[in-house]
């Protein structure tokens, strides 16, 4: 890159005119994965010193463009996917549409009694026999959320055995002639429990995106057939939130 004037008496701080000229620059030629060039070679190219550059790169840290990697430098990140959360909102498909692969991993199929909020957002009575799937949602192989799927098994008897992965709500479309649709969703930001940051390859201390779900059959509004409780990495997803 060719050498950039500042304007040191234009009333912006010359980190603000640095960070603003590196986003463009990311924007137009940089790829995700890649790194920028050094704190002193930016330093030198825009004729200020280290703690300047320091100074723009956190303004880009903060908007979610980059991130330093102790040792290696500092890397361009992807742009978060612009996620929909609505009545029919199919996670493939979205991505999918989008030109990207979404993939689906089975990380356990169980059985276990219905208790508190499970049961409650569900309709059961404490102890109902429920399913238990708890899926993980890649991104061209990057991982984007783990989801723990509660339904009810009176109502889906051979799901444990019969579903292998892929979209959930088209399984049980076919299977059982369900159109599932979302009638509420709670979004909280909160820190990563048990073994989710391993799961999402993300550090203990960065924050997630939890949203509580219930799905209910289309057909018949006052009956829950399916509480979801996802944990998005806030860092890779965009929620837009329709009714």
């Known amino acids: 890159m060719s050498l950039v004037a500042i304007n040191r008496f234009g009333g912006e701080a010359v980190y603000s005119q640095i960070a603003r000229q590196l986003e463009d620059e990311i924007q137009r030629f940089y790829q995700p994965g890649c790194y920028l060039p050094s704190e002193a070679e930016l330093a030198q190219r825009f004729g200020v010193n280290r703690h300047t550059v320091r100074r723009a790169i956190e303004e880009l840290m ?5 991130e ?4 290696k430098g500092t890397r361009v990140l992807d742009a978060p ?4 959360l609505g009545q029919n909102t199919r996670f493939t498909e979205l991505l999918e549409a989008e030109g990207m692969t979404a993939v689906t991993r089975i990380l356990r199929k169980l059985q276990i009694p219905a208790h508190d909020g499970v049961a409650k957002r569900l309709n059961l009575p404490e102890n109902a026999p429920v399913i238990w799937l708890e899926t993980l949602r890649l991104v061209d192989d990057r991982p984007y959320c783990v989801i723990s799927h509660f339904l009810p098994l009176q109502r889906f008897p051979e799901l444990l055995e019969s579903y292998t992965g892929g979209s959930l709500h088209d399984f049980i479309l076919s299977n059982y002639q ?3 649709h979302r009638v509420e969703s709670l979004v909280t930001a909160t820190l990563p429990l048990g073994d989710d940051a391993g799961l999402l390859h993300m550090p203990q201390h960065q924050a997630i995106l939890r949203v509580k779900s219930v799905n209910v059959d289309a057909a018949c509004p006052e009956m829950p057939l399916e509480y979801a409780l996802t944990r998005f ?5 965009q929620l837009r939130i329709r009714p």
């Not at 330093?68 to 040792?71: A, L, Q, V």
């Not at 996917?81 to 929909?84: A, E, K, M």
């Open 233 to 237: 990495r806030a860092d890779r997803i």
């Open 68 to 71: 330093r990697n102790h040792g």
């Open 81 to 84: 996917v612009d996620y929909t």
């Open 62 to 66: 903060q908007a979610g463009l980059v």
């Open 178 to 180: 369900i159109s599932l």
